[in-house]
Structure formats: C-alpha cells, structure tokens
C-alpha cells in the first residue's frame, strides 16, 4: 500500500503569501552565500542537507484529501477537501476522458473542509465514472448537494456527469471494498465524525481525522486503542497543542499532538502521521511542533520507539 | 502524594510515572487536595520533584485542577520540574497554563512572609 496526500491541512485551505515565499528565498541564499554549485545535482543536494524542510520546501495549505493506493485496486480517497482538485488534474493526465474509473470516496463528516473539493474534481463530471461515496452520516448527500446550490455555487449537483452511489457505512461492520477489508469507528466531533481502517495484505492504515480524544472516560479511550491496534499507519487529527486543546479550544472537536503519540505507543502503532494542521500555523511553527512531537515521544516511550512525522501535501508514504 | 503546610501554602508533592495506569488515582487525589484547600483558603505548590514523566492524561488531570482553582481565590504554582517534565511542560504548553519556578523555595517567596518563615523553620529541621 501507498499513501498519498493530497490535502493536509485543518479546517481552511490556505496558501503561502509571497511575502511567505520571499522569507524562504531569503534564507537559502543567506545559506548559500560564497558557495560555488558544480551543477543541478549539487544545488539539490545543498538543498536537502543545508536547508531545512521549512526553508526549502512547505506543508501546503489544501484541506483534507488523502490517497491511498492498493495495486490492482479501484482509487480509495479519503475525505473530498480542497486537495481533491489536485488529485483531480492527476487523473485526467494520466487517464483523460475516455477511460472511465471507479473512485470509492470515504468521508470523515460532511464539514464543508472535507466536501469543498468536490466541484473542483473533473472525473466527477465525466460519464461513465462511478464515485461511491462512503460514510456513516445519513447527511452526506444532502451536504454534496447544498454546497453546489444557488446562490453558492454556479453548476447543480445533477450535472456531474458521473455516476454518484452512496453507501451507508455502520461502526463495527467490517465492509469489502475490492479486496481492502474497512473498519468504520465513530469519532466525538460536532455532529460526528467516522475514523477508517483500511487494511489489506497484512496491512494496515487508519485514517482518523476531526476527532476530539477528550480522555475522559478510559473505556471510549480504550475503544480507539483497539481500532488503532498495530496500526502501520495512523494518520491523526493534531491540530491543537496540548494546553490549547484542553482549555480555549475545549469542544471545537480536535486533538493535539502529544495525545497521538499516547494514543499510538497504546496501540501499538508503528508510524504516527500527524494531520489537520491548524491554518495559523505556518511551515516553521509545524517544523517546530514535529520536532517537539518527536521528542516527547523520545521521553515517554516505554517500548519500542514509534516512526512520528507530519502530512504535508505531496507527502508519499510506502507502507 | 505528600503534603506539607507553611502557613496558607501546602506543598503537594506526588511520585512516580503519571500515564493512563495511573492518571485516575493522581486526579482524584490532586482534586480531593485541590478541594480542600480551595475550602480552608489555601494555596498549592506542587513539588514535581518526584515526578519522572507524566502523558497527556496526567496532563488533563493538572488542567482540571487549574480550571477549578481559577473558581476560587486560590492559585496552584508549578516547582522544581525534572528535566524531561520540564520539556513535556513546554511541549504541551502547560509552562503558559502554570506559572513555574525552579525551586520549591523560589515558588514559596510569591506567598506571604508567614509562608517563608515557616518554610524556613522547616528546612533548618
Ligand atoms: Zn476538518
Ligand atoms: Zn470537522
């Protein structure tokens, strides 16, 4: 399996001003002053040894949108968020108009971060295209609707050519999507939220996004463990730190970083992917929480050590 | 976890690892402490001497209690964090939810002179 993202960040898309852009620029060529480049390949190899991730590269800014890819199997795409239009250009390159697809969506909740992606997505207005949009909300459909009605949006959801099923997914029903067995976990988040476990050929990735680990009671705790259980994958809701989570932003249905980390060294997990990044946070501030991330897990591991790191859009893990 | 009163200050001091074995009994006894002295107008230090490393639900234990002394007059301060408490401190944030202090004894100078006296007679024991 491979998984691929394509939107990351939480609750808005957002993108990186120029001035953003100039900061980067700036910092590499303080970096590189007085050094002489012998050809292309020296400049990147500069580039991934001197430059941080931060100074060379970014996050991205698309909402909730990840891939992943089982060979042999239909597309299986979490979430529609703004990342989905990319996804989207991807597939008419390599496939154009004439060869019709079969794209099993499985959505989190219908907040407009994780549906935005759909009118932007070109194979949904292709004849001969099947979405089967999955979920565990009895609202989906009506929000894909809504979201393209006057006087919001200009083309109706009847004219996506495609051909649209929706199918109802029910928590502790294992359902058969070709040959990919999917767990479905309800999540506390404002009118819910749905958790996926993908897993196939021994494997196994977990999609949990939008979920508040409040840690209230150890037997909601404990079900989450279990659906994490050996995970090789999680990708995690962190959008707020620790204190933040639990006072100012207490109810607003996100988890923090460190609560993944806890979260995973229960289950057992062993790569955690941190996810739903907060739109305030910029490429150094989100460095910098991984880097603290990967050191409380480095203090409080008590067994073997978990593989952490943060989804930024392009990110391409190899399960 | 032991206590300690000079004058209105107690010192708390629990022991150990704080992680989801532990966390239930550490915040219903920090917030039985917390209870009684909102009630006798006390205030709280907690010696995090003895605290080797505490996860997020040990940390939600401190939040709880911090949420229910800023009902009352009482403040609840923050001391003599190990090292790597210190870093899951600045981590999580909580170093912006409690005010800190190196030391006990520094913690106990922001409390009246009663407090230092008494903590003093104390450490010359
Ligand atoms: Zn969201
Ligand atoms: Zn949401």
Sequence with gaps: MKVHFWGTRGSLPVSLTGDGIRKKVFQALQKANGKQFADDTAISDFMDSELAFHQRSGFGGSSSCVEIKVPGQDYIVCDMGSGLRELGQQIMQEHGPGKPQTYNIFMSHPHWDHIMGLPFFPPAYIPGNKLRIHGGHDTLEQALRKQQEDPCFPVHFDFLGADIEFIKLTPSEPFQCGDVTVHTIRQPHHGDSYGYRFENSGKAVVYSTDAEHKLESEEETAEFVDFFKSADLLIFDAMYTMADMISVKEDWGHSSNIIGVDLCHRAGVKHYCMFHHEPVFGDKALSEILAETIRYEEIIRDGDALKVSSAYDGLEIVI | ?125
């Design chain 2, 1 to 125: 976890m032991n206590l300690q009163e000079f004058a209105e200050v107690v010192v708390l001091a629990p022991m150990g690892r704080v992680d989801h074995t532990s966390a239930e009994s550490f915040q219903s006894e920090l917030l039985e402490h917390v209870g009684q002295c909102a009630a006798a107008d006390k205030h709280i230090i907690l010696d995090m001497s003895g605290i080797d490393y505490m996860s997020s639900v040990g940390l939600r234990a401190l939040m709880i209690a911090s949420k229910e002394s800023k009902k009352t007059e009482m403040s609840i301060v923050v001391s003599a964090l190990q090292p790597d408490m210190k870093e899951i401190f600045e981590i999580s944030r909580f170093h912006f939810v409690f005010k800190t202090f190196d030391t006990t004894a520094e913690a106990i100078k922001g409390f009246s002179d009663a407090a230092v006296a008494a903590w003093s007679a104390g450490q010359e024991d």
